[in-house]
T-cell receptor, first 113, second 116 residues
Framework: QQQVKQSPQSLIVQKGGIPIINCAYE??????FPWYQQFPGKGPALLIA?????SEKKEGRFTISFNKSAKQFSLHIMDSQPGDSATYFC????????????FGQGTRLTINP | EAGVAQSPRYKIIEKRQSVAFWCNPI?????LYWYQQILGQGPKLLIQ????????DSQLPKDRFSAERLKGVDSTLKIQPAKLEDSAVYLC??????????????FGNGTRLTVT
């Protein structure tokens, strides 16, 4: 119930393409869904986050789509660039209580020039 | 603002030895987290402190792992004795008081531990 399942494990896209990374969860108590970006040798950095009262959130080239009934959410990267090559993690937690952030397994994204 | 500081960056030890990691959170951040990230996996929460009190340590292997945050600022995570499966990156994160939505986690660059 505490798991967040992420797919695909790896993804290769040409520059300018739109990579899509998907996540699914079971715990209906989750009400905070962030995406983190991690470069080699660095810690994860918050990219964008959404709460379940909205179905979509955009920040620059990054968009989260959220489907509450399906308990799924996804990250889209518009006009992808080689600099976007990194590992992306979805996560989930509750906003109340201990706010224990649970991460997905990660997606290694490569954007080819 | 200065980020979350962790040291050392790398550590190689033999199994059954002990090791300690240090973390200094962002100034003013009341909540501190230690995560374990095994190669190819997402970070897994080991322990969460609020000020100097433990909020959640349900996934901390307490027979070998210990952590403290005595003055509510910096923290140490210790492993004694280490096992091969403890090889991972140990990430420290901090956040201000409040919901994750308004007060997101900030991660350090981690300590990469190799147990041989």
């Amino acid at each position: 119930q505490q798991q967040v399942k992420q797919s695909p494990q790896s993804l290769i896209v040409q520059k300018g393409g739109i990579p899509i990374i998907n996540c699914a969860y079971e715990n209906t108590a989750f009400d905070y869904f962030p995406w983190y970006q991690q470069f080699p040798g660095k810690g994860p950095a918050l990219l964008i986050a959404i709460r379940p009262d909205v179905s979509e959130k955009k920040e620059g080239r990054f968009t989260i789509s959220f489907n509450k009934s399906a308990k799924q959410f996804s990250l889209h990267i518009m006009d992808s660039q080689p600099g976007d090559s990194a590992t992306y993690f979805c996560a989930a937690s509750t906003i109340q209580g201990a706010q224990k952030l649970v991460f997905g397994q990660g997606t290694r994204l490569t954007i080819n020039p | 603002e200065a980020g979350v500081a962790q040291s050392p960056r790398y550590k190689i030890i033999e199994k059954r030895q002990s090791v300690a990691f240090w973390c200094n959170p962002i100034s003013g951040h009341a909540t501190l987290y230690w995560y374990q990230q095994i190669l190819g996996q997402g970070p897994k929460l080991l322990i969460q402190f609020q000020n100097n009190g433990v909020v959640d340590d349900s996934q901390l292997p307490k027979d070998r792992f210990s952590a403290e945050r005595l003055k509510g600022v910096d923290s140490t995570l210790k492993i004694q004795p280490a096992k091969l499966e403890d090889s991972a990156v140990y990430l420290c994160a901090s956040s201000p008081l409040g919901s994750h939505y308004n007060s997101p986690l900030h991660f350090g660059n981690g300590t990469r531990l190799t147990v041989t």
